[in-house]
T-cell receptor
Framework: DADVTQTPRNRITKTGKRIMLECSQT?????MYWYRQDPGLGLRLIYY???????NKGEISDGYSVSRQAQAKFSLSLESAIPNQTALYFC?????????FGPGTRLLVL | RKEVEQDPGPFNVPEGATVAFNCTYS??????FFWYRQDCRKEPKLLMS???SGNEDGRFTAQLNRASQYISLLIRDSKLSDSATYLC??????????FGGGTRLMVKP
């Protein structure tokens, strides 16, 4: 079984819709992260959490919110999706310098 | 200017060739560095760490030059399976990773 899982793996939605992306991990790590990846721009940090109830903004948090419901779960919400949020979204976990990524969620906003 | 910069490539090389990628970083306070490998449509995975003394792992060698603020990755005897995008990553205070845009490598038969 994968250590870091993301659901859904693919999602198509319409402008203005609310959408939630889920991340779960079985690695026992305290730190969790959400990134988005766009062609040529690499991975950019959206939000991160170092423990339950700890939430921090990353480089590009506008238009997104997160919830750390438990040590193993970190969800990302788009309150009102817009087309430029079309991207590949990755969740990651770490206990030190090395981060372990989930398989990604491919999101298309029409 | 991006904090971690890479040539996006693609680098097209024949099997067996030696290929090198460079990466530059602008934050002199970056503590350590990594190379991650990302296959098409897959998640990034740690390839190797890069410390001040450099690091070698089989056919892969990573070097760090703090004076010039660049990191390199050398791949010897390239294999078809080495085809991927290689991400240069800087680790900064606050447990943050900053990613470069990636360098795409294509190894041809």
């Amino acid at each position: 079984d994968a250590d870091v899982t993301q659901t859904p793996r693919n999602r198509i939605t319409k402008t203005g819709k609310r959408i939630m992306l889920e991340c779960s991990q079985t690695k026992g790590h305290d730190r969790m992260y959400w990134y988005r990846q766009d062609p040529g721009l690499g991975l950019r940090l959206i939000y991160y959490s170092f423990d339950v109830k700890d939430i921090n903004k990353g480089e590009i948090s506008d238009g997104y919110s997160v919830s750390r419901q438990a040590q193993a779960k970190f969800s990302l919400s788009l309150e009102s999706a817009i087309p430029n949020q079309t991207a590949l979204y990755f969740c990651a976990t770490s206990s030190s310098e090395t981060q372990y990524f989930g398989p990604g969620t491919r999101l298309l906003v029409l | 200017r991006k904090e971690v910069e890479q040539d996006p490539g693609p680098f097209n090389v024949p099997e067996g060739a030696t290929v090198a990628f460079n990466c530059t970083y602008s934050n002199s306070a970056s503590q350590s560095f990594f190379w991650y490998r990302q296959d098409c449509r897959k998640e990034p995975k740690l390839l190797m760490s890069v410390y001040s003394s450099g690091n070698e792992d089989g056919r892969f060698t990573a070097q760090l030059n703090r004076a010039s603020q660049y990191i390199s990755l050398l791949i010897r005897d390239s294999k078809l399976s080495d085809s991927a995008t290689y991400l240069c990553v800087a680790y900064n205070a606050g447990n943050m990773l900053t990613f470069g845009g990636g360098t795409r490598l294509m190894v041809k038969p």
